[in-house]
């Protein structure tokens, strides 16, 4: 993970993109002051046991409500995406041994009810980490703070 998240922060601030000023918030750090402020959002994390890290969830346990998250009636997710966040890009970068895609859905499940909308096709890594893996994970930097400017 540490490869990767290096390589989408060098391509977020590649020196071709103007204008974007890139923040790091570890996801146990961030708070929602850090949500509302940031024009864009570029989460990573590893697959555990077929869903997103610990320290992700806990960062969107403790923000949502508070950046416009949304919940039905019945407690799930809301998709109506009328928050204070709402509308704003994302990117998604998940690492996994053998499978990512219970990570990718409970992650996607819960920015649908922030009404996050997704600017880069979601970066789907398994097994080791290859160059080629580095590249894609600095295109998608690149990608999302291009948005941006």
């Known amino acids: 993970m540490r490869r990767l998240t290096e390589a989408v922060l060098d391509g977020a601030n590649d020196d071709e993109i103007e204008g974007v000023d890139v923040a790091v918030r570890p996801a146990l750090e961030a708070n929602a002051e850090d949500v509302v402020d940031a024009d864009a959002y570029l989460l990573a994390t590893p697959a555990n046991f077929g869903?997103?890290?610990?320290?992700l969830k806990h960062f969107f346990d403790s923000t949502f409500l508070a950046v416009g998250g949304s919940l039905a009636d019945d407690g799930s997710a809301d998709t109506g995406g009328e928050g204070s966040t709402a509308g704003r890009a994302y990117g998604l970068l998940v690492h996994g041994?053998?499978?990512t895609t219970g990570a990718v859905r409970s992650v996607q499940s819960?920015?649908?009810a922030l009404g996050w909308k997704q600017s880069a096709e979601v970066l789907e890594i398994?097994?080791?980490v290859s160059d080629d893996d580095v590249e894609r994970a600095y295109e998608l930097g690149a990608t999302l703070a291009a948005l941006l400017t």
């Open 51 to 55: 869903y997103m890290s610990g320290a």
């Open 97 to 99: 041994r053998y499978d």
């Open 110 to 112: 819960i920015i649908g």
């Open 126 to 128: 398994m097994g080791d």
